[in-house]
């Protein structure tokens, strides 16, 4: 059973926007913290932002002006808003869930081997 499925990726030029979503499993989307994380080429991987069971969200400082999160009941997704892309988010953008936390996500964005259920990743290409 597919547990997180993502879409949306693509390729922009720099100052475009693009929807991420990802479709979560019944299970994690009421009792897991989920989220996004990317890595880009040659880095590892790293937390984006973050949403809890009740909806409330962290982002990650140095994207909190352009990349907002969300949680949509209807259709059981996770949708994440980023605006005036530049080249460096360039990445494969992956869909997380940590199950073990109740959905709550205590402590932000923890590294990434702490969140046990990841989607294929959709990628994300920006152009200058």
């Known amino acids: 059973q597919v547990q997180l499925e993502e879409s949306g990726g693509g390729s922009v030029q720099a100052g475009g926007s693009l929807t991420l979503s990802c479709v979560v499993s019944e299970y994690l989307f009421k009792y897991a913290c989920l989220g996004w994380f990317r890595q880009a080429p040659g880095s590892e991987r790293e937390g984006v932002a973050l949403?809890?069971?009740?909806?409330?969200?962290t982002v990650k400082s140095s994207v909190s002006d352009r990349f907002s999160i969300s949680k949509e009941n209807t259709g059981r997704r996770i949708v994440m808003q980023m605006s005036n892309l530049k080249p460096e988010d360039t990445a494969k953008y992956y869909c997380v869930a940590d199950s073990t936390s109740a959905g709550d996500c205590t402590g932000g964005l923890r590294v990434w081997r702490e969140y046990n259920y990841w989607g294929q990743g959709t990628q994300v290409t920006v152009s200058s």
């Open positions: 949403v809890d069971r009740i909806g409330i969200t």
